[in-house]
T-cell receptor
Framework: DGGITQSPKYLFRKEGQNVTLSCEQN?????MYWYRQDPGQGLRLIYY???????QKGDIAEGYSVSREKKESFPLTVTSAQKNPTAFYLC????????????FGSGTRLTVV | AQKITQTQPGMFVQEKEAVTLDCTYD???????LFWYKQPSSGEMIFLIY??????QNATEGRYSLNFQKARKSANLVISASQLGDSAMYFC????????????FGTGTQLKVEL
C-alpha cells in the first residue's frame, strides 16, 4: 500500500542537539511538506518542496533545515537554533494541483529534555 | 494573504444528531480549494471532503457535507448522524493557485460526541 512513513514516532532531544526527523513516501507525489502543530495553534508550515533538489521556506522556517535529494524522501533537521522545538511534526505529500489534498504521515512528537 | 478562521474551539453533540463546524476564509485569489481534515487523538490527519471555488454544488462524502457559501466566504462542515468515532479535532484548510498547493489551516475545532 502506498503512503507516507514518518520516523521515529517519539523523539527526545537534549538542549543544544540537532535531530533529524525522517519522512518517506511511495505515492510518487512531487510535492512534500513539513508542518508543526502546537496545542491551540493548528498547523504551521515549516518548509515545502515541489521538486527534487528544490525547497522553499514556509512561515516558521527559522531553526529548521531540510533536503530533497530523492523524490521519496524529505528529512527535517531541527537545529539547536530552534528555541522551542517541543511540538508535533507532520509530514505530507501531494500532487501538483490545488484540488488534490495532502496525504499525511502519522507524525513525530519531539520533546526537549 | 490567505487566512482560515475556525471560531469554535470545542463542540459537543449527541450521538445520532447532526452537527455543523464553522469555517470562514479570506483570500483575494479567484481560484482556490477548501478542505476538511479529521485528526483523532492518535495524531494522524484524515482527509474528509474537498470543495473547489468554481464548484456549483456543495460537496458531499457519505455523512459529510460542505455548506459552501462563496459570497459569505464560509465553508462549514456538516456531519450527519454523529457517531462516537467522530470525536476528534477537525481542521478546515485552503489552497490557492498562487501558493504551490500549500495549505493554510485553521486552528481547529475539538468535537466530542456524547451518548
Amino acid at each position: 500500500d502506498g503512503g507516507i512513513t514518518q520516523s521515529p514516532k517519539y523523539l527526545f532531544r537534549k538542549e543544544g542537539q540537532n535531530v533529524t526527523l525522517s519522512c518517506e513516501q511511495n505515492l510518487n507525489h512531487d510535492a512534500m511538506y513539513w508542518y508543526r502543530q502546537d496545542p491551540g495553534q493548528g498547523l504551521r508550515l515549516i518548509y515545502y518542496s515541489q521538486i527534487v533538489n528544490d525547497f522553499q521556506k514556509g512561515d516558521i522556517a527559522e531553526g529548521y533545515s531540510v533536503s530533497r535529494e530523492k523524490k521519496e524522501s524529505f528529512p527535517l533537521t531541527v537545529t539547536s537554533a530552534q528555541k522551542n522545538p517541543t511540538a508535533f511534526y507532520l509530514c505530507a505529500s501531494s500532487r501538483q494541483a490545488i484540488n488534490y489534498g495532502y496525504t499525511f504521515g502519522s507524525g513525530t512528537r519531539l520533546t526537549v529534555v | 494573504a490567505q487566512k482560515i478562521t475556525q471560531t469554535q474551539p470545542g463542540m459537543f453533540v449527541q450521538e445520532k444528531e447532526a452537527v455543523t463546524l464553522d469555517c470562514t476564509y479570506d483570500t483575494s485569489d479567484p481560484s482556490y480549494g477548501l478542505f476538511w481534515y479529521k485528526q483523532p487523538s492518535s495524531g494522524e490527519m484524515i482527509f474528509l471532503i474537498y470543495q473547489g471555488s468554481y464548484d456549483q454544488q456543495n460537496a458531499t462524502e457519505g455523512r459529510y457535507s460542505l455548506n459552501f457559501q462563496k459570497a459569505r466566504k464560509s465553508a462549514n462542515l456538516v456531519i450527519s448522524a454523529s457517531q462516537l468515532g467522530d470525536s476528534a479535532m477537525y481542521f478546515c484548510a485552503m489552497s490557492h493557485t498562487g501558493g504551490g498547493n500549500k495549505l493554510t489551516f485553521g486552528t481547529g475545532t475539538q468535537l466530542k460526541v456524547e451518548l
